[in-house]
């Protein structure tokens, strides 16, 4: 039989509180003890002739509890006194159960309809306006970390087509000759060096590698001589500069590339055989180099006799103050040419440019 009422729940604090136990007493069926314990500590103003007496107060018999029910232990045990409450046992009011309405989960409710939106922003999903998502594609390269031997340089692609063509060139400009070494000849070795070139907006430009001779080998009067190159001063580049700005004339830059293999050396110089470039033909020859090389000692000195000598054919002459400073002159025309190592600077009058 279904009842017409709802189920009611209790819900019972298991933590221990001293005012929920002392009133828990009076309808708790087994604390006769606690309620004893109570009255003896409860003062008393019945008083005879023959002295003080107490009273105990009824105890209501407690009910045969069936073994399923019985407890094993009480598990609130008695409060010390002075937790206790001042009332008799018999006085005590009991706690009322507390009763929560429980909502049926199991009853069939319609969800609460959202309510309409009244608000007068109007947005693009409103509208049903969507705009395509545009996938980029970054490709991104990464740049091969500079190789410090030769052997792991050339296992990399882009250094390995950088080294083939810096041999190349040092075989189409006749740098050396393969020949079969001497006896009790001074030798030198050479090493790779590489770089990365980069653009003025920091993008890679190119690979770069380059053969350098080792010139801390090399011994004063059998392989080298005389090393010194002459440059430019600072001031005569001033005074250039002064000129051009003050009379408005046009001025150009100029980097040789590959400008110290150009020089001739008149010394005999020996040198094995490039480092992964070693010929299978002659595995035993060496280089004798014809052409300069960077790492000589009189690499600069070459380079530069070897430009000065091919401007001078041009009717170029050093100039008294710096030898690094050229000069043309053609009646009321001239021109000059300031050379540093690899770097010149050529500017000339208006009438003689054009």
Known sequence: MTPSFSPSYTFLDLTPSPLLNSLATAS?????????????????????QHGPTHTEPPTTPQPNLPSSTAQPHNRNPPLPARFQSPLPAHQNIPLPPLNFDLPNLNSNTNP??????????????????????????INTFSISPISKNSSHALQDPHWRNAMYDEYNVLVKNGTWLLVLRPACVNMIRSMWLFKHKFH???????????????????????????????????????????LIVSRQWPIHQLDVKNAFFNGDLFETVYMHQPPGFVDSRYPHHVCLLQRSLYGLKQAPRAWFQRFAGYVTRADFYHSRCDSSLFIYRKGSQVAYLLIYMDDIILTASLTLST
Do not use: C, W
């Open 112 to 137: 609460v309809s959202e309510p309409p939106r009244t608000h007068p922003m109007i947005t693009r999903s409103l509208l049903g306006i969507v705009k395509p998502m545009d996938h980029l594609s």
């Open 28 to 48: 708790t069926p087994y604390s006769n003890q606690h309620h004893t314990e109570q009255a003896h500590e409860q003062p008393n103003n019945t008083l005879t």
């Open 200 to 242: 003025a907006d920091g993008t890679l430009s190119r690979y770069k590698a380059r053969l350098v001779a080792n010139g801390s080998t090399q011994q004063l009067g059998v392989d080298f001589d005389e090393t010194f190159s002459l440059v430019v001063k600072p001031n005569t580049i001033r005074t250039v500069l002064s």
